[in-house]
T-cell receptor, first 113, second 115 residues
Framework: AQSVAQPEDQVNVAEGNPLTVKCTYS??????LFWYVQYPNRGLQFLLK??????LVKGSYGFEAEFNKSQTSFHLKKPSALVSDSALYFC???????????FGQGTILTVHP | DVKVTQSSRYLVKRTGEKVFLECVQD?????MFWYRQDPGLGLRLIYF???????EKGDIPEGYSVSREKKERFSLILESASTNQTSMYLC??????????????FGPGTRLTVT
């Protein structure tokens, strides 16, 4: 069975500093990987996905993520954090395009002014 | 822009009541999903549908049923609400083919409280 781990419940970073939100996964075969963000009292919004190809994926709002097959990781990164990036972030994995998505438990990102 | 709407943002029901949660999407998506979101557990898939009148169980279908009579509408039904079904319920939709290859678009959620 597939699974996703987000090892940090909370990440705190100062505005202007780089941020990383960690994600590791377990799945049979090649994964499809996603990051979603949830702002307070809102539904989830898609940020980026890895399907195949370049290991560095660029997404919305200046976010990017690096697929590392040997470490089974897909960490979310941004070079310079904004206060408005403060939200709940979810990593998700599927074994194929026809598989169901499995979500991690979420990481609360707080960016301090 | 894709829009997924849910019938209620907040709902309070009593134990034993039958509860209907409605979801409508306006982008002609084939796939629709119902998740529940609980702190520390992330999102868990309850049911999904890849076509009208088609439904498949997700990871936690017990105590729930669904209905998809029209392509744009996907309903979640709690036959007899219980307190352990107090949660945030999120609806999502996506294009076919594939369930996960295309990103999902989420509604704003319904926070259900069962007393």
């Amino acid at each position: 069975a597939q699974s996703v781990a987000q090892p940090e419940d909370q990440v705190n970073v100062a505005e202007g500093n780089p941020l990383t939100v960690k994600c590791t996964y377990s799945v049979s075969g090649n994964p499809y990987l996603f990051w979603y963000v949830q702002y307070p009292n809102r539904g989830l919004q898609f940020l980026l996905k890895y399907i195949t190809g370049d290991n560095l994926v660029k997404g919305s709002y200046g976010f990017e993520a690096e697929f590392n097959k040997s470490q089974t990781s897909f960490h979310l990164k941004k070079p310079s954090a904004l206060v408005s990036d403060s939200a709940l972030y979810f990593c998700a994995v599927s074994p194929t395009s026809y598989g169901k998505l499995t979500f991690g438990q979420g990481t609360i990102l707080t960016v301090h002014p | 822009d894709v829009k997924v709407t849910q019938s209620s943002r907040y709902l309070v029901k009593r134990t034993g009541e039958k509860v209907f949660l409605e979801c409508v999407q306006d982008m002609d998506h084939e796939n629709m999903f119902w998740y529940r979101q609980d702190p520390g557990l992330g999102l868990r898939l309850i049911y999904f549908s890849y076509d009208v009148k088609m439904k498949e169980k997700g990871d936690i279908p017990e105590g729930y049923s669904v209905s998809r009579e029209k392509k744009e509408r996907f309903s979640l039904i709690l036959e007899s609400a219980s307190t352990n079904q107090t949660s945030m319920y999120l609806c999502a939709s996506s294009w076919a083919p594939g369930l996960a290859g295309n990103e999902q678009y989420f509604g704003p959620g319904t926070r259900l409280t069962v007393t």
